[in-house]
Nanobody
């Protein structure tokens, strides 16, 4: 059974940082492409970042230079380091694997 479990969300002030984690199970992690999406209230879910099995990454234009996606194949975990956070980054962040989603973790950027 495939499971994606996110952690690390919370409340942070503008300009602050957070790191999200997503622990995956039930898959052959090292050969999988995974990623992060987000959904703000009243908006469609959108891609934030993805990372392939070989470590290639792609990012939404809105987060380039501020967010970094990484993976640790020894821990079956991907991460999203988010720096210089803005109010518009406020959303529920979802871990993604083709055909699967995590339960989401709330990120709120507010003073």
């Amino acid at each position: 059974q495939v499971r994606l479990v996110e952690s690390g969300g919370g409340l942070v002030q503008p300009g602050g940082s957070l790191r999200l984690s997503c622990a995956a199970s039930g898959i052959i992690f090292r050969i999988s492409t995974l990623g992060w999406y987000r959904q703000a209230p009243g908006k469609q879910r959108e891609l934030v970042a993805r990372i392939t099995a070989t470590g290639n990454t792609n990012y939404a234009d809105s987060v380039k230079g501020r967010f970094t996606i990484s993976r640790d194949n020894t821990k079956n975990t991907i991460y999203l380091q988010m720096n210089s956070l803005k109010a518009e980054d406020t959303a529920v962040y979802y871990c993604w694997l083709p055909d699967y989603w995590g339960q989401g973790t709330q990120v709120t950027v507010s003073s």
